[in-house]
T-cell receptor
Framework: QKEVEQNSGPLSVPEGAIASLNCTYS??????FFWYRQYSGKSPELIMS????GDKEDGRFTAQLNKASQYVSLLIRDSQPSDSATYLC??????????FGAGTRLTVKP | GAVVSQHPSWVICKSGTSVKIECRSL??????MFWYRQFPKQSLMLMAT?????????EQGVEKDKFLINHASLTLSTLTVTSAHPEDSSFYIC??????????FGNGTRLTVT
């Protein structure tokens, strides 16, 4: 089993809708999780960090962490075409390394 | 916020030549840096972990002698693609992690070998 798993999609939502991206992880000891956004031809950029159970909101983005069920999700409200990208979830592995999911490709249609 | 700088952003070289890519952590020290490669429409693939003051750790299937990594200081790691061939053409991305924090990525280097 991979340390971090994501549904690779693709996921398509209409403009203005809520996009829901999900990720599961295998290491119960993981304490922190990160969501990255990668536009085509660009490197990933960090958009959200979450360290404790529950929800964390930042603008149109909400990260949700459920340690008991070992899943982390990212909700994007009022989706815009500019949100179209691949979204990667990540969890630390060992002291410095990070494990990534395969990424979910999101398309927001105007 | 923390920044990782990668240079050059793109390079075109002839087959058989070597190319060096630099990765710098600008406002934090990184004892470990990571090098990834990404082919079009594919996932990030970790190539190697660069360790300051010691040998790099390579992922299975990555040739050590072809992808030379040097991590001479706490803020600089370099990746040299030796004797490059067209199949080495790819998007190379470095990253570094703050203590217990997220991983920060450089902007990537697009390598084209003709």
């Amino acid at each position: 089993q991979k340390e971090v798993e994501q549904n690779s999609g693709p996921l398509s939502v209409p403009e203005g809708a809520i996009a829901s991206l999900n990720c599961t992880y295998s290491d119960r000891g993981s304490q922190s999780f990160f969501w990255y956004r990668q536009y085509s031809g660009k490197s990933p950029e960090l958009i959200m960090s979450i360290y404790s159970n529950g929800d964390k909101e930042d603008g149109r983005f909400t990260a949700q962490l459920n340690k008991a069920s070992q899943y982390v999700s990212l909700l994007i409200r009022d989706s815009q075409p500019s949100d179209s990208a691949t979204y990667l979830c990540a969890a630390p592995y060992n002291n410095n390394d990070m494990r990534f999911g395969a990424g979910t490709r999101l398309t927001v249609k105007p | 916020g923390a920044v990782v700088s990668q240079h050059p952003s793109w390079v075109i070289c002839k087959s058989g030549t070597s190319v060096k890519i630099e990765c710098r952590s600008l406002d934090f020290q990184a004892t470990t840096m990571f090098w990834y490669r990404q082919f079009p429409k594919q996932s990030l693939m970790l190539m190697a972990t660069s360790n300051e003051g010691s040998k790099a750790t390579y992922e299975q299937g990555v040739e050590k002698d072809k992808f030379l990594i040097n991590h001479a200081s706490l803020t600089l790691s370099t990746l040299t693609v030796t004797s490059a061939h067209p199949e080495d053409s790819s998007f190379y991305i470095c990253s570094a992690r703050e203590m217990r924090g997220p991983l920060h990525f450089g902007n990537g280097t697009r390598l084209t070998v003709t």
